[in-house]
């Protein structure tokens, strides 16, 4: 009977035992229940830590709720751990996992906006992105508490939200996003940029909406300062600007833009309609760059009024209208009369 007992005592100690030694070595070997290269799990805020142990185990990352717990208890960080979307991508042990919660590793989505869009359009890029929807966007940039400082006539972050890559998790808030271009707008167009724009006479507000006009008419870095002059000297000669995307602008702000600019267009009654009111618009029309905000700023020394297109890219400047005719003669009609296109393009005087 001794014997027996002792067997019994002996057999449960040898379990107890092997379960130890499979709990230490589970604790420090790095696990990986998952098929593919990555894994993707999603943590809400206020998740407590034994469900999210149970939602690391159920995705693959842990391999059990017991090694969970101890790995926890050990780590003393149950009360740490932070909500968020967290991309594993490999073997791990729990007290790595548990680390990376810790830290607050979230997965960063990379969002560009390029230069030259409107907020509008940025509200597409931000929906497409899957951070949520243009609606949410567009509200988040109509906080102009943002900009009271430096543009108190400011009606939404049109011309603020600098054009960049920005990281976010998933569930970032809109307004985190305003917050974070605006920064980076105010760091770029600097104490330095703004006392030059001051020195000649422009208010910051101006200076972005000139800006934006230079930022949708030319994407070549040469000819930035070239057409910052044009309607620099459109503007002290009080000559209307005639800026195409200024009509186009006021257009999609009424829903009636229908991707093709035409003559009767060039009519539509709004403020933003250069071609009808004299002097800069009454804002931005788009987020310019850098690039755009320095020629602004710096015009180049040239007393050219007018400009056209190539249909390359670049424009053909000129002093006078005569000058400025026959480079639509050779650039508009007579192009696109050997192209065969139905339509001359626009930038006919400008």
Same mark, same amino acid.
């Given at each position: 009977?001794?014997?027996?007992?002792?067997?019994?005592?002996?057999?449960?100690?040898?379990?107890?035992?092997?379960?130890?030694?499979?709990?230490?070595?589970?604790?420090?070997?790095?696990?990986?229940?998952?098929?593919?290269?990555?894994?993707?799990?999603?943590?809400?805020?206020?998740?407590?830590?034994?469900?999210?142990?149970?939602?690391?185990?159920?995705?693959?990352?842990?391999?059990?709720?017991?090694?969970?717990?101890?790995?926890?208890?050990?780590?003393?960080?149950?009360?740490?751990?932070?909500?968020?979307?967290?991309? +594993?991508?490999?073997?791990?042990?729990?007290?790595?996992?548990?680390?990376?919660?810790?830290?607050?590793?979230? +997965?960063?989505?990379?969002?560009? +906006?390029?230069?030259?869009?409107?907020?509008?359009?940025?509200?597409?890029?931000?929906?497409?992105?899957?951070?949520?929807?243009?609606?949410?966007?567009?509200?988040?940039?109509?906080?102009?508490?943002?900009?009271?400082?430096?543009?108190?006539?400011?009606?939404?972050?049109?011309?603020?939200?600098?054009?960049?890559?920005?990281?976010?998790?998933?569930?970032?808030?809109?307004?985190?996003?305003?917050?974070?271009?605006?920064?980076?707008?105010?760091?770029?167009?600097?104490?330095?940029?703004?006392?030059?724009?001051?020195?000649?006479?422009?208010?910051?507000?101006?200076?972005?909406?000139?800006?934006?006009?230079?930022?949708?008419?030319?994407?070549?870095?040469?000819?930035?300062?070239?057409?910052?002059?044009?309607?620099?000297?459109?503007?002290?000669?009080?000559?209307?600007?005639?800026?195409?995307?200024?009509?186009?602008?006021?257009?999609?702000?009424?829903?009636?833009?229908?991707?093709?600019?035409?003559?009767?267009?060039?009519?539509?009654?709004?403020?933003?309609?250069?071609?009808?009111?004299?002097?800069?618009?009454?804002?931005?029309?788009?987020?310019?760059?850098?690039?755009?905000?320095?020629?602004?700023?710096?015009?180049?020394?040239?007393?050219?009024?007018?400009?056209?297109?190539?249909?390359?890219?670049?424009?053909?400047?000129?002093?006078?209208?005569?000058?400025?005719?026959?480079?639509?003669?050779?650039?508009?009609?007579?192009?696109?009369?050997?192209?065969?296109?139905?339509?001359?393009?626009?930038?006919?005087?400008?």
């Amino acid at each position: 009977m001794r014997t027996l007992v002792s067997l019994i005592v002996l057999s449960a100690l040898a379990a107890g035992a092997w379960a130890g030694w499979d709990t230490w070595t589970g604790l420090r070997t790095p696990f990986k229940g998952y098929a593919g290269d990555e894994r993707f799990v999603d943590i809400a805020p206020g998740t407590g830590p034994r469900r999210i142990g149970d939602i690391l185990v159920g995705a693959g990352v842990v391999q059990d709720a017991l090694m969970w717990r101890i790995a926890l208890w050990q780590s003393g960080t149950a009360t740490r751990l932070k909500a968020g979307e967290y991309r +594993f991508s490999g073997p791990m042990t729990p007290a790595e996992v548990i680390a990376k919660l810790e830290r607050g590793e979230v +997965f960063l989505r990379p969002v560009t +906006f390029p230069e030259g869009l409107t907020i509008r359009q940025m509200a597409r890029v931000f929906e497409r992105a899957g951070l949520g929807t243009a609606g949410v966007f567009l509200d988040a940039a109509r906080d102009v508490t943002l900009v009271a400082d430096i543009d108190p006539a400011a009606t939404d972050l049109e011309g603020y939200l600098f054009p960049d890559t920005y990281a976010l998790p998933r569930q970032a808030e809109p307004r985190d996003l305003m917050v974070q271009m605006v920064a980076r707008f105010r760091r770029v167009f600097g104490e330095g940029l703004r006392q030059e724009a001051r020195a000649a006479g422009f208010t910051i507000r101006q200076v972005v909406t000139l800006a934006s006009l230079v930022e949708k008419e030319t994407a070549r870095a040469d000819e930035r300062p070239v057409v910052s002059a044009v309607y620099r000297n459109r503007l002290a000669a009080r000559i209307g600007l005639q800026c195409d995307p200024t009509v186009i602008y006021a257009l999609e702000r009424a829903g009636r833009f229908t991707g093709n600019l035409t003559r009767e267009d060039l009519t539509f009654d709004s403020p933003y309609n250069t071609y009808r009111y004299v002097g800069l618009p009454p804002g931005p029309i788009a987020s310019p760059g850098l690039a755009s905000l320095e020629a602004a700023v710096r015009p180049a020394g040239v007393d050219y009024l007018y400009f056209v297109s190539r249909n390359d890219g670049s424009h053909a400047f000129a002093r006078t209208l005569a000058e400025h005719n026959r480079n639509v003669q050779e650039w508009q009609v007579r192009y696109f009369r050997e192209n065969q296109s139905p339509t001359p393009g626009r930038g006919r005087r400008r």
